[in-house]
């Protein structure tokens, strides 16, 4: 090629037979448009890296993550919450036309086109303007992808309930149960345990029973009148002698 037209080389592949120290090439023919990769392009990469673990790593002190309860696969009650950058595929699952019979289209279909785009968009958009403005496609299909991921992550976080996750996932104490007692065999022979568990502490479907500061009579009419939300009456099936020791047992739970 001619020097000032055509395609200008600007670097070699061919491996060297003699070992020469790693001096950056000389790119004054392109003033101020490239750089050497080694080693001023690779320490920016670096330390602009560093910063941002830094800044990961201070957050992570500050603001450790919460830990919830023991994971109870036969808790068929708790409802779990996705980490905050799947919060807006959470959100688009949650609606009618990407939900239940299309629930292929909310988890499939749609993020398949939009991740898609983004491996087509080299094909798509062939333009050698950096500017944004100069590629309307490019920044156009970007920004709104942006507004979606973000109108979507903010519709999640505004509509959950964080009261009731925070309950469902508190970490109860937990207390020895005597699992050979008259009552434990009444709190399972009722559906109790269908509930609020094994171990008493309850979940998503019904809170826990130990340590509830309630009286003997007090749970006794509980059973047996129900207890609004979620806990119908006429629930207890047993005999006057079987709540009495059904509703003494659950009141000894500390």
Excluded at 13 to 38: C, H, L, M, Q
Excluded at 100 to 124: C, D, E, Q, R
Excluded at 178 to 195: L, M
């Amino acid at each position: 090629m001619h020097r000032g037209k055509g395609m200008k080389f600007v670097g070699d592949s061919r491996v060297p037979v003699e070992r020469k120290p790693n001096i950056p090439k000389d790119y004054s023919e392109f003033p101020g448009k490239t750089e050497a990769f080694w080693p001023n392009f690779l320490l920016k990469e670096w330390m602009v890296g560093a910063v941002f673990l830094i800044g990961y790593l201070c957050l992570t002190i500050a603001h450790p993550s919460p830990l919830e309860r023991i994971a109870d696969p036969t808790d068929t009650g708790y409802i779990p919450l996705p980490d905050w950058y799947f919060l807006f595929l959470y959100q688009l699952l949650k609606y009618e036309f990407a939900s239940g019979p299309y629930n292929v289209i909310g988890a499939f279909i749609i993020p398949g086109l939009v991740f898609g785009g983004l491996l087509l968009a080299p094909f798509i958009d062939r333009g050698t303007e950096r500017r944004p403005l100069k590629r309307p496609f490019a920044t156009g299909f970007m920004l709104l992808s942006i507004a979606g991921v973000i109108f979507l992550t903010w519709e999640s976080v505004a509509h959950h309930d964080w009261e009731a996750a925070k309950a469902q996932g508190a970490i109860v104490e937990e207390v020895e149960i005597d699992t050979s007692a008259e009552g434990y065999a009444i709190y399972q022979e009722n559906g109790c345990i269908n509930c609020h568990g094994e171990n008493l502490a309850g979940g998503a479907a019904a809170p826990s029973l130990v340590a509830n500061e309630l009286s003997p009579e007090e749970i006794a009419d509980i059973a047996v009148n129900g207890k609004a939300p979620g806990m119908p009456a006429g629930l207890f099936k047993g005999t006057d002698e079987e709540l009495e020791k059904l509703s003494t047992f659950i009141s000894e739970m500390y």
